[in-house]
């Protein structure tokens, strides 16, 4: 039987306790965004590919499992265990790393990082996105990406629950 090695992109998973040192080495500015992405769907891709063109690398910051099930979108939430979310994040060639936060924010992995590009969804305005004050505060820049298409994973969940 023939092994093959595991592939090129997991190398784009970063441990927690490893970022500080892995985004320091990353070109900038540096974006970084984060969320569940449970079920990656169009709206997933179209708004990581708009923040990825706001910077020259970005970092993505996925909630745990734990974390997700604490934001109350059903207790079978998250469909995809953050293993899998992790790996096919890091398959997308818009993302230069991505790692995870057990917290309910993700601001220590924003001070970790040290974005100059702080970005989310067009539901977030500016002065609610955790971790603006600090990214503005070091002469960073803050965003919120409009939705180009209205999607969402609960949607596309019912939807498939209603088949």
């Given at each position: 039987?023939?092994?093959?090695?595991?592939?090129?992109f997991?190398?784009?998973?970063?441990?927690?306790?490893?970022?500080?040192?892995?985004?320091?080495?990353?070109?900038?500015?540096?974006?970084?965004?984060?969320g569940?992405?449970d079920?990656?769907?169009?709206?997933?891709?179209?708004?990581?590919?708009q923040?990825?063109?706001?910077?020259?690398a970005?970092?993505v910051?996925?909630?745990?499992?734990?974390?997700?099930?604490?934001?109350?979108?059903?207790?079978?939430?998250?469909?995809?265990?953050?293993?899998?979310?992790?790996?096919v994040?890091?398959?997308?060639?818009?993302?230069?790393?991505?790692?995870?936060?057990?917290?309910?924010?993700?601001?220590?992995?924003?001070?970790?990082?040290?974005?100059?590009?702080?970005?989310?969804?067009?539901d977030?305005?500016?002065?609610?996105i955790?971790?603006?004050?600090?990214?503005?505060?070091?002469?960073?820049?803050?965003?919120?990406?409009?939705?180009?298409?209205?999607?969402?994973?609960?949607?596309?969940?019912?939807?498939?629950?209603?088949?």
């Amino acid at each position: 039987m023939t092994t093959y090695p595991a592939p090129a992109f997991e190398a784009k998973i970063c441990p927690p306790d490893q970022l500080a040192a892995r985004a320091a080495a990353l070109p900038r500015p540096l974006v970084f965004t984060n969320g569940c992405f449970d079920i990656l769907h169009r709206g997933h891709v179209t708004y990581l590919a708009q923040a990825r063109a706001l910077g020259a690398a970005m970092i993505v910051a996925l909630n745990s499992d734990a974390s997700v099930k604490r934001q109350g979108k059903g207790d079978d939430r998250p469909i995809n265990t953050l293993e899998d979310r992790l790996a096919v994040m890091a398959a997308l060639g818009c993302v230069d790393l991505v790692t995870w936060f057990d917290e309910d924010t993700p601001i220590a992995r924003i001070l970790d990082a040290r974005p100059t590009v702080l970005v989310k969804g067009g539901d977030w305005p500016v002065e609610r996105i955790v971790g603006a004050p600090e990214v503005l505060g070091w002469g960073g820049t803050v965003h919120s990406v409009p939705f180009r298409h209205e999607r969402s994973t609960t949607a596309l969940v019912n939807k498939i629950r209603s088949l």
